[in-house]
C-alpha cells in the first residue's frame, strides 16, 4: 500500500498530527526514549554562531527543538512541513524564540539559493520513493551555501536478524497496511549514501546508530 501525495498530506493534516508525537515515543522507547535518542544522533554536531538551519520534513517540531537546544541562541532554524497539521502542532509547542515554522514541500522550496549552513532531514526519505527522494536531496544542496552540510536521520537494516526481527515487530513492519514498508524497502535498496553522491553531495559519511536500526549520513556541498 502506497499513499499519493494528496492522500499522505490529507492524513497528516487529519489524523497522523494527532497521534503522531504519541506514535513517536512509542517507537523510541526500546532505544533509551526519544529526546535520548535524538540527542545522540546530533550530539557530534557542532554549530557555528549566525548559523542558518533548515529542517525539512521537520514533522512536529521534534528533530527542530532538539537541534535548537544545541544551536547557539542567534541561530536562526527553520522546521518546514508538507502538512499543516503537523505544522500548528509544532508552533504550539514551540518555546524557541529563534525557531520558525512554515508549511512547504521539501522538493519545491522557496528559499533563494546558497541560503542555508545546515539541512537536516529527520526521518521522511523512508516515506518517500526514489524520484522524491533524489528531488528533496537535490532540493537541500541547492540551499546549501557552498561548504554547507546535509545531515540525514532515517531508518536503518540491522545485520543482527534477531534485531531485525525485533524492531520489525516493534515498528510496526509487519502491518499489512504500513505505507512506509515499500517505500522504506526502495530506500534501503539504494542506499541513503549513494543518493546523496547521485545529488551532488561530496565528502560523504554514514554512521549507524542503535545497533543499526537508525543512521546517521551527512555529506557537504
Given at each position: 500500500?502506497?499513499?499519493?501525495?494528496?492522500?499522505?498530506?490529507?492524513?497528516?493534516?487529519?489524523?497522523?498530527?494527532?497521534y503522531?508525537?504519541?506514535?513517536?515515543?512509542?517507537?523510541?522507547?526500546?532505544?533509551?526514549?526519544?529526546?535520548?535518542?535524538?540527542?545522540?544522533?546530533?550530539?557530534?554536531?557542532d554549530?557555528?554562531?549566525?548559523?542558518?538551519?533548515?529542517?525539512?520534513?521537520?514533522?512536529?517540531?521534534?528533530?527542530?527543538f532538539t537541534?535548537?537546544?544545541?544551536?547557539?541562541?542567534?541561530c536562526?532554524?527553520?522546521?518546514?512541513?508538507?502538512?499543516?497539521?503537523?505544522?500548528?502542532?509544532?508552533?504550539?509547542?514551540?518555546?524557541?524564540?529563534?525557531?520558525?515554522?512554515?508549511?512547504?514541500?521539501?522538493?519545491?522550496?522557496?528559499?533563494?539559493?546558497?541560503?542555508?549552513?545546515?539541512?537536516?532531514?529527520?526521518?521522511?526519505?523512508?516515506?518517500?520513493?526514489?524520484?522524491?527522494?533524489?528531488?528533496?536531496?537535490?532540493?537541500?544542496r541547492?540551499?546549501?551555501?557552498?561548504?554547507?552540510?546535509?545531515?540525514?536521520?532515517?531508518?536503518?537494516?540491522?545485520?543482527?536478524?534477531?534485531?531485525?526481527?525485533?524492531?520489525?515487530?516493534?515498528?510496526?513492519?509487519?502491518?499489512?497496511?504500513?505505507?512506509?514498508?515499500?517505500?522504506?524497502?526502495?530506500?534501503?535498496?539504494?542506499?541513503?549514501?549513494?543518493?546523496?553522491?547521485?545529488?551532488?553531495?561530496?565528502?560523504?559519511?554514514?554512521?549507524?546508530?542503535?545497533?543499526?536500526?537508525?543512521?546517521?549520513?551527512?555529506?557537504?556541498?
Open positions: 500500500m502506497t499513499l499519493s501525495r494528496k492522500t499522505y498530506k490529507w492524513y497528516y493534516d487529519r489524523i497522523g498530527s494527532r503522531y508525537d504519541l506514535l513517536m515515543k512509542w517507537c523510541f522507547l526500546p532505544l533509551g526514549g526519544e529526546n535520548r535518542c535524538r540527542d545522540d544522533l546530533i550530539a557530534h554536531l554549530f557555528s554562531p549566525q548559523e542558518q538551519i533548515l529542517d525539512m520534513c521537520c514533522g512536529t517540531g521534534r528533530t527542530t537541534i535548537a537546544g544545541k544551536a547557539p541562541p542567534d536562526k532554524i527553520i522546521g518546514m512541513d508538507l502538512s499543516s497539521g503537523q505544522i500548528r502542532v509544532a508552533e504550539r509547542k514551540s518555546r524557541f524564540a529563534n525557531v520558525e515554522f512554515m508549511q512547504g514541500d521539501a522538493g519545491h522550496t522557496t528559499f533563494q539559493d546558497a541560503f542555508f549552513d545546515k539541512v537536516f532531514i529527520a526521518f521522511a526519505l523512508h516515506e518517500m520513493w526514489r524520484d522524491a527522494r533524489l528531488q528533496v536531496l537535490s532540493e537541500a541547492r540551499v546549501l551555501k557552498s561548504g554547507g552540510r546535509v545531515i540525514i536521520l532515517e531508518m536503518d537494516n540491522p545485520e543482527s536478524l534477531s534485531v531485525r526481527l525485533l524492531a520489525g515487530f516493534w515498528l510496526f513492519y509487519w502491518l499489512p497496511f504500513n505505507f512506509e514498508t515499500p517505500t522504506r524497502k526502495d530506500m534501503l535498496k539504494h542506499g541513503v549514501s549513494n543518493e546523496m553522491e547521485e545529488a551532488g553531495f561530496e565528502n560523504i559519511r554514514r554512521m549507524r546508530k542503535s545497533r543499526g536500526i537508525l543512521q546517521v549520513v551527512e555529506g557537504e556541498k
